[in-house]
């Protein structure tokens, strides 16, 4: 089972930019495709980006595409989310999670603690 531990949130201004990052435990990270989801107050959790195993192919919700990107480093067995042009609409608390699916919202590993950006207006 893969361990999970999320970082690099905080308080940020609209416009600006953060860059979260996911550090997994267990030899076994690059068998696992990888997601990145948020969840805000009161909202059902959204699925917001994917990368696939190597690296090679990732997804985007339309609600970020554009602005964010994910990327990982299976050296290091760690997956990141650069985030630019942050709206008050990303604030919530960020999770990482191995995916059966880059494409769909199927977290398939236990949830970390998450990590929390608060975009202002």
């Known amino acids: 089972q893969v361990q999970l531990v999320e970082s690099g949130g905080g308080l940020v201004q609209a416009g600006g930019s953060l860059t979260l990052s996911c550090a997994a435990s267990g030899r076994t990270f690059s068998s696992y495709n990888m997601g990145w989801f948020r969840q805000a107050p009161g909202k059902e959790r959204e699925f917001v980006a994917g990368i696939s195993r190597s690296g090679g192919s990732t997804y985007y919700a339309d609600s970020v595409k554009g602005r964010f990107t994910i990327s990982r480093d299976n050296a290091k067995n760690t997956v990141y989310l650069q985030m630019n042009s942050l709206k008050p609409e990303d604030t919530a608390v960020y999770y990482c999670?191995?995916?059966?699916?880059?494409?769909?919202?199927?977290?398939?590993?236990?949830w970390g603690q998450g990590t929390q950006v608060t975009v202002s207006s």
């Open positions: 999670n191995p995916v059966l699916s880059v494409v769909r919202d199927s977290p398939i590993g236990s």
